[in-house]
């Protein structure tokens, strides 16, 4: 069972704290059971809610400062997700985001700035779903990375964008 205050990555809705394990309110009488009352890094307002038992099969523990900056350090060199068009696209990249893999968010985020970098040269947009895909990528690992480096949010996704921009442009 977790304790109060530790941070884990709740599913695709990313960095948590858990603030309490209590019996909700909205519970009816007869029903109680614990929860883990969990506060999202990237949205404040939201509560989430989720049953002690089986509630830990979606959780993980955040990675290490050491795997964020190996991360950080071989973002460069490191492979991006080949990002497929057409119908197949949104299911891969979804289940991408679904299993919430802080390396393997990294690559799709280099993949989708990619596809980025490459449309814009041939005069055209990133479509809705990869941008909005690539926001929602951004949402869930940067606050992972922030929290696992010790840092600001905003001091890593200024450190991502700037490298990819960098690489990416001197490769096409």
Not at 112 to 140: D, H, P, V, W
């Amino acid at each position: 069972m977790l304790k109060k205050g530790e941070v884990v990555v709740y599913g695709s809705r990313g960095l948590c704290m858990l603030k309490d394990i209590a019996i909700p309110p909205f519970l009816s009488a007869g029903k109680e059971k614990l929860y883990y009352q969990l506060s999202s890094a990237s949205d404040k307002s939201a509560v989430l809610y989720v049953p002690v038992d089986g509630g830990e099969d979606k959780m993980r523990d955040v990675i290490s400062e050491e795997e964020a900056k190996e991360l950080m350090d071989h973002l460069e060199e490191m492979d991006s997700l080949s990002v497929s068009t057409g119908k197949k696209a949104e299911a891969e990249i979804a289940e991408v985001v679904k299993r919430n893999d802080a390396p393997e968010m990294l690559a799709l985020v280099k993949g989708l700035y990619k596809l980025r970098i490459e449309r814009t040269q041939n005069g055209k947009k990133l479509a809705s779903m990869n941008e909005r895909y690539l926001s929602l990528s951004e949402k869930l690992l940067y606050p992972e990375l922030a929290f696992a480096l010790k840092t600001e949010v905003d001091k890593v996704k200024k450190t991502v964008t700037g490298t990819l921009n960098r690489v990416l442009q001197e490769a096409s």
